[in-house]
């Protein structure tokens, strides 16, 4: 036996030898089964219900969860992926030889097909009598750690995992052993279904734009670099599908949206990710009032499908999804909070000022914009627990926004706020190709090389603009995030399948 295997692996791997020897492949290639742990469940209780004397006979298939061997019986359970179904081994319907077959050499984690008949036991649990069972796949390595359950009044053990950086490594076996966690990801992928069957009801058409760009753009984020051997040219992995989206706006959709990956190189927190989920829609001859009631439609319409209710419950908070949501002024809100009236500071040398006088943290080179939004993440954000938009954004940080009629330096942008966490970001768009450039220009002279802020100029989806654009009203969400408030998750790991960590030590 190879050094690496632990020793419980090599006693297991010791029963797959013992299992050829005797002709039982524990690898078979067929599989036989006549219905889910939860249809027999439905199909037994069903036929109770109707008094009907015929055993049910069901070929069952799983994970083998529990075993209890108590002499001439064995209780064990498996699971499948609908549920829990026990079974009951019996020497006098086996025989001997198959019983210690199964109590010898089977474990914990095993995969395995058995066939029999559903009964009651005392305690009134549904039951497979066993009457033939086979090995369908031999677990080598056991199902991480150990808890104590009540199983018929007696403690059994099950496998669980509780470790969150382990159980976002080995995330298969979080799975296994954690059904809460498959609950939160059939949560995630219902979300998903009732968000795409929002937009469609609205005619909004689903496309696919480019994951690998020669131009990054449509957000404020630094991008990850690849290059194309052939075309012999860099590359970067998409940080937003919004400049492609408003192409096709062009082109002559009226409503489009993209549910996909992007990718950010920035840091990992509580809401961040390297890759995630974005959904983004633009819809012609629409301004960001009319997308602040597409977002509460579309998301109170996602509760219903998801959840069944107008409410959540997230970290102690009871979140209300009932329409309208609070709107609410950035500079009005960063009065009220902090008690600083961003109008009366023009300059970024005199909005520090006021900030220093209050003892806020800030960074002495950043733009006025960037200042603002530090203040509103900082301090107003951690505010707005209900659904809250906030709108009406400086202009140096939102590039791609149109501005206020009459107001050149304030922007027709909003947030969505819930549960203090970013949910969403809109815009009006602007689609004027001469005020579009010049901001892409603005931007190259106000950001260093190396600020995320800094939007590259995209000659193409200039030209495009110059064809003709219509009024636009764009919005983006992050699925994620969505995902953690409906299923009461703190952390944006929990709901990503495969999270991104550190390089894990040898």
């Known amino acids: 036996m190879s050094a690496k295997y632990t020793n419980i692996e090599q006693t297991r791997l010791e029963k797959v030898e013992r299992l050829r020897a005797r002709g039982i492949e524990p690898y078979p290639h067929r599989v036989e089964r006549t219905h889910t742990s939860a249809q027999v469940l439905v199909e037994f209780e069903r036929a109770e219900a109707a008094g009907s004397e015929k055993p049910l006979q069901a070929t069952l298939v799983g994970r083998l969860r529990s075993m209890r061997p108590m002499g001439k019986i064995t209780f064990a359970h498996i699971e499948d992926g609908y549920g829990r179904v026990q079974l009951f081994l019996r020497a006098n319907d086996l025989g001997p030889e198959l019983m210690e077959l199964f109590n010898r050499e089977f474990d914990l984690g095993d995969f395995i097909q058995a066939r029999g ?8 649990e549904a039951t497979l009598k066993v009457q033939d069972f086979r090995l369908l796949a031999k677990s080598i390595t056991p199902l991480p750690a150990a808890k104590d359950e009540v199983v018929d009044g007696e403690v059994v053990q099950h496998a669980t995992l509780s470790e969150p950086e382990l159980r976002y490594r080995q995330r298969y076996a979080d799975l296994a052993v954690n059904p809460d966690v498959r609950r939160i ?19 909004f058409l689903e496309v696919e734009t480019p994951v690998l760009q020669p131009i990054y753009g449509g957000a404020a984020a630094r991008p990850f670099v690849t290059y194309h051997n052939q075309l012999k040219q860099d590359l970067y992995l998409r940080i937003s599908f919004e400049l492609y989206l ?36 633009y819809l012609a001859y629409a301004d960001y009032f009319k997308v602040m009631e597409l977002t509460e439609q579309m998301i109170l319409f996602a509760a ?32 009220e909070i902090i ?3 961003i109008e009366q500071h023009p300059t970024a ?40 938009f906030v709108y009406n954004y400086p202009r140096d940080i939102s590039p791609l926004a149109k501005s206020l009629p009459g107001n050149p330096q304030i922007t027709e942008r909003f947030e969505g706020y819930v549960a203090g966490m970013e949910l969403c970001n809109a815009f009006t768009e602007l689609n004027d190709p001469l005020d579009q450039e010049a901001r892409f220009i603005e931007m190259g002279h106000d950001y260093a090389q190396d600020d995320e802020e800094r939007h590259p100029m995209d000659e193409d989806y200039l030209r495009a ?18 995902a953690m408030l409906f299923t009461d998750c703190p952390n944006i790991r929990e709901v990503i399948l495969f999270p991104h960590l550190r390089k894990e030590e040898e």
């Open 465 to 482: 603009m110059r064809y003709g654009m219509p009024p636009t009203g764009g919005f983006g969400m992050g699925i994620d995030r969505l």
């Open 185 to 203: 990801f059939r949560t995630r992928a219902a979300l998903v279904r009732a968000l795409r069957e929002f937009l469609d009801l609205h005619d």
């Open 349 to 388: 040398e005199s909005l520090a000022a006021a900030m220093q006088a209050k003892g806020l943290q800030f960074n002495p080179n950043d733009t006025r914009g960037k200042l603002i939004d530090g203040m509103l993440g900082d301090y107003l954000a951690p505010t707005l627990i209900q659904p809250t």
């Open 246 to 281: 408003k192409r096709l706006l062009v082109g002559g959709y009226e409503g489009v949206y993209e549910i996909g990956r992007d990718f950010r190189n920035e840091g990992v927190d509580r809401t961040h990710n390297p890759e995630f989920t974005q959904l983004e829609f």
């Open 304 to 335: 219903d499908k998801v959840l069944g209710k107008h409410e959540l419950q997230y970290m102690n908070h009871t979140i209300q999804l009932k329409t309208p949501w609070q709107r609410m002024e950035l500079g009005e809100g960063l009065l």
């Open 117 to 124: 008949e559903m009964f009651r036991t005392r305690s009134g």
């Open 339 to 341: 008690g600083i009236d």
